[in-house]
């Protein structure tokens, strides 16, 4: 598989994030309460962490190391945006 396919399927990975992280904006707006620090960390998160794992994919050399990372990348992304966030969100709440 070559860099530019990486590229792509990495990209897809981040417009997917981007919309999912998107409802969640909408959510938060639609609701009562106004947004806290602890509401916006799992978002703000997810993206830093997609930029990490995506700087890993392509400082590792063989093709086995780049398809590893990218599935290890999915699912944490999974869990993140399914509740682990939030969950880390709450930890640093101040309330």
Do not use: C
């Amino acid at each position: 598989m070559s860099k530019k396919a990486f590229h792509i399927y990495n990209i897809i990975v981040l417009v997917l994030l981007l919309s999912f992280n998107l409802l969640v904006l909408f959510a938060f707006g639609i609701g009562e309460g106004g947004m806290r620090f602890s509401d916006w960390f799992p978002i703000v998160a997810s993206f830093i962490i997609w930029g990490i794992f995506y700087r890993i994919q392509f400082s590792r050399s063989t093709n086995t190391w780049r398809i590893s990372w990218f599935f290890i990348m999915l699912v944490f992304l999974f869990f993140w945006e399914t509740g682990l966030g939030a969950t880390f969100g709450k930890l640093f709440s101040l309330n």
